[in-house]
Every structure is written in structure tokens, then in C-alpha cells.
């Protein structure tokens, strides 16, 4: 069963603005994560966020967590061409397995 | 470098011949699984590790096996594949749970 749900399903936006990819849930978790993948290449971990955590940063990457509303969020800042790639959250709740949404994709154009 | 290796990378088979994806980590980590990615059903877990000897079901087991007799390998075997089960297949490993996964390059299956 599907447990992250992205919105959008796709964003294209120019080189320099930000992104920003949205993914809510539906059970309690112990951890969100998200992940890129390039057209059919495997997945890439980006940054894992804890359910006591509401913030994190890695590079030009921000996750927020709002497990009131169950809810996360990825911003993607200065996005480059390079960045053009699909965009997946993931849900830890069991401790047993990631749930993954079914991804954001992000087009940046030149 | 620290990676998960999968075999083949393309497959092309027939309905009913065995055939084995290879998955091997070179990171010591306790946690493998298998995933399969399809248009519009997005990634669903076929199998998971927990540890050596240690295996169970994910969401879509029916049709396939697992092994887990030592720490890096952890292959997916199909014993008589059919053509539902066409799809790009990836194994993951992981520290342990509660962590990131690492993602192997893929399999792309394809069962006439």
C-alpha cells in the first residue's frame, strides 16, 4: 500500500528558482525520507528526517516534517539542470521496510 | 567504493525458466530488500532481511524467493516467471533499519 503521497506529480521550473515537492501520509512514522531518481537509473538517498525532528538541511536541500498533519516537505533551493530528476518521499513506519510514494517529477530548464 | 551490484542489468526470459537477480553490498550493512518499480503502482517491496538467515514477505512476495545465507549477497530468484512479473526490479541495503537505503543500478526484466 501506497503510504507517501507527492504533490505535485510534476514541476518544471527555470534554473535558479527553488522547489519545493510536498508529501503527506497516513500512519505514524519513525522516519521520512527522500530520495532522486534519474529516468530509470536507481534511487539516491537525499536526507532522512526523525519524527521527533521538524528540520534539516543538507546543501541546498531543507525537509520539514509536520507530524501533527503528517505531512513533509523538500526544498529544493538554486535548482540547477543537473537536479532534473524524479523525487520520492519515504515512509519508515514499521522499522521493517520504506513505503515509497509514487514521486515528484521535477523538470529544471536551462 | 561503497555500492550495491546487481546482475544482470537487462533480461529478457520466456514464461517458466528459472532465473536469479544477483544483489551484493559491499558495506557490512545488516538490512537488504528488493523492490519492484512499475508505471503508475511506484515501488513496492518484495522481500526484506533483517539479517543473515533472517528473511520475510513484503507487500508483493507471490512469485518470488530470497535467500539470505551470507551478510552481502541476497538474491531474488523467480521460479517459473510470468509476464506480470516484467518490471524494473532494484535491491537496497541498509546499516540497519532506520536508516537510508543504498540502491543498486537496477534490473530491468522483461518475461514473453
Known amino acids: 500500500s501506497q503510504q507517501g503521497e507527492e504533490d505535485p506529480q510534476a514541476l518544471s521550473i527555470q534554473e535558479g528558482e527553488n522547489a519545493t515537492m510536498n508529501c503527506s501520509y497516513k500512519?505514524?512514522?519513525?522516519?521520512l525520507q527522500w530520495y532522486r531518481q534519474n529516468s530509470g537509473r536507481g534511487l539516491v538517498h537525499l536526507i532522512l528526517?526523525?519524527?521527533?525532528?521538524r528540520e534539516k538541511h543538507s546543501g541546498r536541500l531543507r525537509v520539514t516534517l509536520d507530524t501533527s498533519k503528517k505531512s513533509s516537505s523538500l526544498l529544493i533551493t538554486a535548482s540547477r539542470a543537473a537536479d532534473t530528476a524524479s523525487y520520492f518521499c519515504?515512509?519508515?513506519?514499521?522499522?521493517?521496510?520504506?513505503?515509497f510514494g509514487e514521486g515528484t517529477q521535477l523538470t529544471v530548464n536551462p | 567504493e561503497a555500492q550495491v551490484t546487481q546482475n544482470p542489468r537487462y533480461l529478457i526470459t520466456v514464461t517458466g525458466k528459472k532465473l536469479t537477480v544477483t544483489c551484493s553490498q559491499n558495506m557490512n550493512h545488516e538490512y537488504m530488500s528488493w523492490y519492484r518499480q512499475d508505471p503508475g503502482l511506484g515501488l513496492r517491496q518484495i522481500y526484506y532481511s533483517m539479517n543473515v538467515e533472517v528473511t520475510d514477505k513484503g507487500d508483493v512476495p507471490e512469485g518470488y524467493k530470497v535467500s539470505r545465507k551470507e551478510k552481502r549477497n541476497f538474491p531474488l530468484i523467480l521460479e517459473s516467471p510470468s509476464p506480470n512479473q516484467t518490471s524494473l526490479y532494484f535491491c537496497a541495503s541498509s546499516f540497519r533499519t532506520g536508516y537510508g537505503y543504498t540502491f543498486g543500478s537496477g534490473t530491468r526484466l522483461t518475461v514473453v
Open positions: 519515504a515512509t519508515d513506519a514499521s522499522g521493517s521496510r520504506l513505503t
Open positions: 500512519t505514524s512514522i519513525n522516519n
Open positions: 528526517i526523525r519524527s521527533n525532528e
